[in-house]
C-alpha cells in the first residue's frame, strides 16, 4: 500500500492500525518518491521451553570439574589475554 505523505500526516494512526492488522508494508511517499516504508512487527515466537527434550545435561553444569582445576585456575592469566 502507498499513500502520499499529506495523507499520511492526517491519517497517521489509523494507518499504522492497518498495517498492524493486515501484517502488510506502507510506503509513504513525497511527490510520487518513495521516503519512507513502515513494515509490520513479526510476531513475537514463544522462547521458554524450545529445547525441552532435546538437551541433556551430564554433571554439575555451575562448578568446577574437580578441586584440583578450580586451584590451577588463576584469574590474572585471562587478564593478559584481553586486548
Known amino acids: 500500500m502507498s499513500v502520499l505523505i499529506s495523507h499520511f500526516k492526517v491519517h497517521c494512526v489509523e494507518l499504522l492500525k492497518q498495517v498492524a492488522s493486515s501484517g502488510r508494508s506502507l510506503t509513504v511517499t513525497y511527490r510520487h518518491t518513495p521516503l519512507v516504508r513502515i513494515d509490520p512487527i513479526a510476531p513475537k515466537t514463544?522462547?521458554?521451553?524450545?529445547?525441552?527434550?532435546?538437551?541433556?545435561?551430564?554433571?554439575?553444569?555451575?562448578?568446577?570439574?574437580?578441586?584440583?582445576?578450580?586451584?590451577?585456575?588463576?584469574?590474572?592469566?585471562?587478564?593478559d589475554l584481553l586486548p
Open 46 to 79: 514463544a522462547q521458554l521451553g524450545v529445547l525441552r527434550g532435546q538437551i541433556e545435561i551430564l554433571g554439575d553444569i555451575v562448578g568446577p570439574e574437580d578441586a584440583a582445576s578450580l586451584r590451577d585456575w588463576d584469574a590474572d592469566d585471562e587478564a
